[in-house]
Every structure is written in structure tokens, then in C-alpha cells.
């Protein structure tokens, strides 16, 4: 049966891990280039054990020339299975230095020198702390905050009950503040609790990575309180967040406005006011952190969202997410946050070695509010110069073909699925019998819409540009197995 998963962030901050990926159905081919012209590291070539990648070592580089491809296609398939797929797309291929390589990553493993330098940097001057407990004086803020918040809302409220009286339609208006309210009131009767334990003075234990065994997660914090660590000694992801009482309303969000809840739509508004903190200001905070960080350089910026950060349901700033990713020789890579389940009649998939790789910050004029890096890598030795990739038209035949299949209804239904992007990206795969290594090869990403039954869903879907096999970078092998 097939299905459409949207993957959330969230779900890339649950604690876990994931074990060796099974081998895949068809082997992985790529080609070899110079590895003169390029650093190398690692156990390679003659010291390579994995008879996997020796293999792959083995296959030559061809000569390196533009791809060919209009910068729009437009055209309509053949109906196969009630599935009808039309092409009507913008067509982006990024200029490229040296040519479409193919590169072998290793995973990073966070130094405890590398983690603390990181947090204390965002921290600034800041201790960090493995464990703070918040004084009375900590909470009389954030009571009186919530307070006035209620106030607020209760004067809305008031207000909206009065005219609903002459005009039926504030009826929404009343009931969304009605939850509004509550959902406050309860925040204040939780925020009272913790008061009420809470010592006269902070309490706070130094933090000592030492403490945290390898290999589990772990928190530590800032000793401000303003500021909350996630990571794992020797793994590859570190994770900041501002505060536990914050969220955010992100413009992307806003896109198809009839999929947002009611309760939410204010915040388009308060979204299309001028932002006095600019996208340029954004970045320049978090190119200076990525910089300064250090051991980040292989990351490009590749987009930005406009946002307000939230607390007790009132704005606290404007907010930019600034967020880079892995790069391939002028090939970003992309994380998509929407996949297709494969259903039986879809062919084999490769997924990602470990968890989906991207950083990102979310930024205001004060400086760093949010930051992850995730699934981090090292690229340790470029195998092909550039590899030869598939004919545009074989490239749209294979992605028809194969949407056909994914969204086969056979029950006299019919589905129209519409192409409106097509992007040429890398993205990092797994290899066989590695949970340590993958390797970043180009692929095409497709994304658009598709229609069945009066519901429109979106979707995104990438294949091997080298042989248009279906591929899923942004799940893990393991997760993969899992969806069956």
C-alpha cells in the first residue's frame, strides 16, 4: 500500500541510533578519477578491506562537458494504471567546478574538544552547566510574563464576544481565543508549580563531558538558563535550542493556506510585516558562526525562511533560518522533507548511511537562538572525477515510469501527478555492508503535486542521476526496512 510520510525535524532529534544497513538489492557502481589531484585520507586503495569499495575503485572517469538540458520542460505521459503524469517544470542545474563527481564521506565522530568549543561559542560568556535548577526569582519573570499574556487575551476575548453578538462570523474569533486562554492558563498553573519547589537560590553542577559515557545521548546547559545542549560523545550531532517554553512560525509553513488550522493563520499576518532584522543580517551572524566554529567548511548555504519565535503565545523576535548543507563540487545537497513510501510494484531503494546530514541556524538581532548540525560527515576522497550521467530524455522517462508505478491505483481510480521543479543535487547514499561510510553521488530531485480522489498532496522524489535508480536520502537503510 503506499503512503506519504512528511519528516518532520523533530523526528531527526529522537534519541537513537541506527545499526548496519543490509545490502541492496542492485550494486553500486561509480567510476574512479585522479586521486592525485585531490587530499586523501583514510584507508583507501591498497589498504582498503571492503571488497565493496575496492570494487569501485576499478571504473574510469570520462571527460567532463556541461550537462544538456532545456531550462523548462513541458509534457504530458501516457496514462498507465489511472496514473497520468504531466511535466510542466523549471529545470535548475547549478554550474559545477571540475566536473559530476562522485566522493567517498566518512561519518564524524564529535570530539569532546569539538563539542565544547562549539556550545561555547554559541554560550558566549556563558558557563556551561550539567544541570541547572532554576531559583524563585527565575520564575516571578516568567509568571508576570504569562500573566500579562492572559490579560491580553482576555481583553480580546471580551471584545470578540461583543461583536459576535451583532456578527456571527467572530464566533471563530471567540472560539480560537477561548483556546488560546486555556492553553495559557494551564502554562501559568504548570510555570506556579515550579515556583513553588523551586529553591531560593539556582543550584547548577559544572559540566564535565567526562561524565557522559560514549555513545549516549546527553543535555547539558547554559548557566543563564537560556540556552539547552544536545548531544553524544563520539557521535555526529549536536543539537541548541534557545529555551524549552519557545516555538516557531515559519512563512514556508504558509504556503497553501487552506492546510493551515484556523488557530494559526493570525501568524501569516503578523509574518508579511516588514522585518526591520534583514535576510542579510541573518546571514552574516551565521556565516561568522560557521566560520569561527571551525571544521565546517565542506557545508554551503543553500536557503533561508523567514520566522517569528514564540513564547507564551507572543512574539519575541523576528527569526531567520539560515541552513547549509554538504556540497559537491557545486552540487548542494538536498534534504527533502517529504517522502514516498515505497509500495510492492516499486523498485529496490538505497537510503542514506545515517541520519540525513544538514546544518542549520535560527538566527535574530541578539544573536544564535537555535542551531543544529546532524548527521555530520567528512569527505575523504573524491572516486570519480566526473561521472557519466543519464540523457535528459531517459532521465523523464525513468521518473515517469516509475511514478506510474509508485502511484499505481488499479482499482479504476485515477491520479494526476504534476512535475513543477526539476533540480539536479547530490545526495550522500549508503554502500554495502558500511554503517560508517557512504558515498555523495548527483541525483535528480523532482518534487511537485498529486491528485487523487478531490485531495492534493505534495511530493518529492529523487532518483540516481547516473542510472535513474529510486533512491531515498533523506532515510536511513535501516528506517527504510522498516516501512515494508
Known sequence: MKRVFIIATALLLLLGSFACQPTPEKDIIINKGDANKFPVTGDIGDGEKNPAIKALLQIESVPFAPYDAPKRVTREGEKRSGVTVRFDAEVDI???YGGYAVTLVEKRALSDETIRRWAQYIAGDTQLVKMLEKSKADYVEELKAIQETLAELQEQYDTAVKYAETAPSWMDQVQELEGWIEDCKQGLADTQKKFNR?????????????????????????????????????????????????????????????????????????????????????????????????????????????????????????????????NNHGLPFYRQLITIEQNSSA?????????????????????????????????????????????????????????????????????????????????????????????SIPVWHFSGTNESNGVTLPFAFTIDARDGAYIEPSLPTTALASYG
Open 198 to 326: 523551586a529553591p531560593d537560590s539556582a543550584v547548577s553542577v559544572p559540566l564535565d563531558l567526562n561524565d557522559y559515557p560514549r555513545g549516549e545521548w546527553f543535555m547539558f546547559e547554559k548557566a543563564d538558563g537560556r540556552g539547552v545542549f544536545q548531544t553524544m560523545r563520539g557521535g555526529n550531532c549536536l543539537a541548541f535550542w534557545y529555551s524549552q517554553t519557545t516555538s516557531y512560525q515559519w512563512e514556508s509553513w504558509f504556503q497553501d493556506l487552506s492546510s493551515v488550522p484556523q488557530e494559526d493563520r493570525h501568524w501569516y499576518n503578523v509574518l508579511q510585516e516588514k522585518f526591520s532584522f534583514t535576510k542579510e543580517q541573518a546571514r552574516a551572524i551565521s556565516d561568522a558562526a560557521l566560520a569561527e566554529m571551525g571544521e565546517l567548511s565542506e557545508y554551503v548555504q543553500t536557503s533561508f525562511d523567514k520566522g517569528l519565535l514564540i513564547e507564551h503565545n507572543r512574539v519575541q523576535s523576528q527569526v531567520w533560518r539560515v541552513e547549509y548543507s554538504r
Open 94 to 96: 547549478p554550474p559545477v
Open 347 to 439: 523498485p529496490p531503494v538505497v537510503g542514506a548511511p545515517w541520519e540525513p546530514e544538514f546544518i542549520y541556524f535560527v538566527v535574530d538581532e541578539n544573536g544564535i537562538r537555535y542551531f543544529t548540525a546532524w548527521g555530520l560527515g567528512t569527505e575523504t576522497m573524491v572516486l570519480v572525477d566526473n561521472v557519466e550521467l543519464l540523457p535528459f530524455d531517459s532521465v523523464l522517462q525513468r521518473m515517469e515510469s516509475l511514478l506510474q508505478q509508485i502511484y499505481a491505483v488499479g482499482t479504476g481510480g485515477e491520479t494526476e501527478v504534476r512535475i513543477e521543479r526539476i533540480e539536479l543535487r547530490s545526495a550522500l547514499i549508503s554502500l554495502p555492508n558500511e554503517m560508517n561510510r557512504g558515498i
